[in-house]
């Protein structure tokens, strides 16, 4: 993981938040950012009943004043990007809003991680919005941490960022999980994506194992 220049996320954009007590990332959106604080909508309908009983929630409900440490993490062409923060206040508005000062520099990881293969499976992705419609595509390339995907253009707004659900199946056995995209790319009446998945990935050995097992098929009929 890299330090980089200071590149923040842009208002509107989509980014997840990593709190004490949860398992699991919490997306959202900044409504204002500049190098000293973010401004996010508050995920409250997000937090489990674990969260609500930890610091975070006890700094919510006012019975805490020390400041609760959040990651922020969202994707950029250069890699994921990840920013520590404090959660110092919540601003009521519109929506309630809650006020992240930076504490750490933007890191990007631009590692690859997990092993990859080209192969075709059958994926179906919405988006996290019910009102929108979702899209039948193929895999092109499968790891257990992310997918890169082909679908005809038009079928779903994809943009950078955006949270989506994936059901596909494995060796018979339906798998779902919800990511967010990382990459758009669009040519010739198909919309290629790359999705990384949430933490954790619900069948991540099912997929570890798939990946094991064509590779070495792939190997053993002399393919990279």
Same mark, same amino acid.
Do not use: M, W
């Given at each position: 993981m890299s330090q980089q220049p200071a590149v923040l996320p842009a208002v509107s954009q989509i980014v997840r938040l990593?709190?004490?007590?949860?398992?699991d990332d919490l997306p959202t959106r900044v409504e204002q950012a500049d190098p000293a604080e973010l401004l996010v909508a508050a995920p409250v309908g997000q937090l489990d009943a674990t969260v609500v009983a930890g610091e975070l929630g006890?700094?919510?409900?006012?019975?805490?004043?020390? *400041?609760?440490?959040?990651?922020?993490v969202w994707g950029s062409t250069r890699g994921e990007c990840r920013m520590r923060t404090l959660l110092v206040g919540v601003?009521?508005?519109t929506v309630a809003l809650w006020r992240l000062e930076v504490?750490?520099? @933007?890191? @990007?990881?631009?590692?690859?991680?997990?092993?990859?293969?080209?192969?075709?499976?059958? @994926?179906?992705?919405s988006q996290v919005d019910p009102s929108e419609?979702?899209?039948d595509g193929v895999t092109l390339d499968v790891s257990? *941490? *992310?997918?890169?995907?082909?679908?005809p253009s038009g079928r779903i707004d994809l943009e950078v960022d955006s949270?989506?659900?994936?059901?596909?199946?494995?060796?018979?056995s339906q798998c779902e999980a919800t990511g967010w995209v990382h990459t758009v790319r669009r040519n010739q009446g198909r919309t290629d994506v790359v999705v990384l998945f949430d933490q954790p990935v619900p069948c991540?050995?099912?997929?570890?194992?798939?990946?094991?097992?064509?590779?070495?098929?792939?190997?053993?009929?002399?393919?990279?």
């Open positions: 990593r709190v004490p007590g949860s398992e006890s700094f919510l409900r006012g019975d805490r004043e020390e *400041a609760v440490p959040v990651e922020v601003e009521r508005r504490t750490g520099p @933007v890191e @990007v990881d631009q590692r690859r991680r997990h092993v990859r293969v080209n192969t075709k499976l059958r @994926v179906q992705i419609s979702g899209a257990e *941490a *992310a997918f890169r995907c082909s679908f949270p989506l659900a994936l059901s596909f199946d494995l060796d018979g991540a050995q099912d997929l570890r194992k798939f990946v094991l097992q064509t590779q070495i098929q792939q190997r053993q009929k002399g393919r990279p």
